[in-house]
């Protein structure tokens, strides 16, 4: 899951109370599917982009599944879209709970030089999705480099 650092970072997640924040204004149906499919207790990675060093900097859980998202019906949210409404939503959000930082980001970088991640999807040419799913390999090869960054 990718975010701004500047809007939202995982140190924004660890002071919110319990930890847990919704995930909110996923304005892509490919994105807002994979939110979709995510169950409670999953795990997710917590991306850092359009910053100094995008990269994996920790771990959160998904706390609750799959819901409307609110901001989609009020036109004073920059994520106000029209077509949506309470009565037809169109967009959802999840709410996550931080789990752990990593002492080193896994950074893009890193994460572009490994042969085992050449497919991931956050690697793929044009894809700017701030949600997307994570093979086992994936994710077990960026634990590897986290924990090889933490020696």
Same mark, same amino acid.
């Given at each position: 899951?990718? &975010?701004? @650092?500047? $809007?939202?970072? *995982?140190?924004? #997640?660890? &002071? =919110? @109370?319990?930890?847990?924040?919704?995930?909110?204004? !996923?304005?892509? /149906?490919?994105?807002?599917?994979?939110? %979709?499919?995510?169950?409670?207790?999953?795990?997710?990675?917590? /991306?850092? $982009? $359009? =910053?100094? !060093? @995008?990269?994996?900097?920790? *771990?959160?859980? *998904?706390? %609750?599944?799959? /819901? @409307?998202?609110?901001?989609?019906?009020? +036109?004073?949210?920059?994520?106000?879209?029209?077509? $949506?409404?309470p009565e037809r939503p169109l967009?959802?959000? !999840?709410?996550?709970?931080?789990?752990?930082?990593?002492?080193? +980001?896994?950074?893009l970088t890193a994460i572009k030089?490994?042969?085992? #991640?050449?497919?991931?999807? #956050? !690697?793929?040419?044009?894809? %700017?999705?701030?949600?997307? +799913?994570v093979t086992t390999q994936e994710?077990?090869? *960026?634990?590897?480099?986290?924990?090889?960054?933490?020696?």
């Amino acid at each position: 899951m990718k &975010s701004e @650092p500047d $809007s939202f970072s *995982i140190d924004h #997640l660890r &002071s =919110c @109370p319990k930890q847990t924040e919704h995930w909110d204004g !996923v304005r892509n /149906y490919q994105a807002r599917n994979f939110l %979709r499919a995510m169950n409670k207790g999953d795990l997710a990675f917590f /991306y850092h $982009s $359009s =910053c100094e !060093v @995008p990269g994996v900097y920790g *771990i959160i859980e *998904i706390a %609750r599944t799959a /819901y @409307p998202d609110p901001t989609a019906w009020d +036109p004073e949210n920059h994520h106000y879209d029209p077509r $949506s409404t309470p009565e037809r939503p169109l967009w959802d959000m !999840v709410d996550v709970r931080f789990k752990r930082e990593f002492k080193q +980001p896994v950074t893009l970088t890193a994460i572009k030089m490994q042969a085992t #991640l050449k497919k991931m999807h #956050l !690697v793929q040419r044009w894809n %700017r999705l701030s949600v997307m +799913p994570v093979t086992t390999q994936e994710w077990n090869t *960026i634990m590897k480099l986290a924990e090889e960054k933490s020696r």
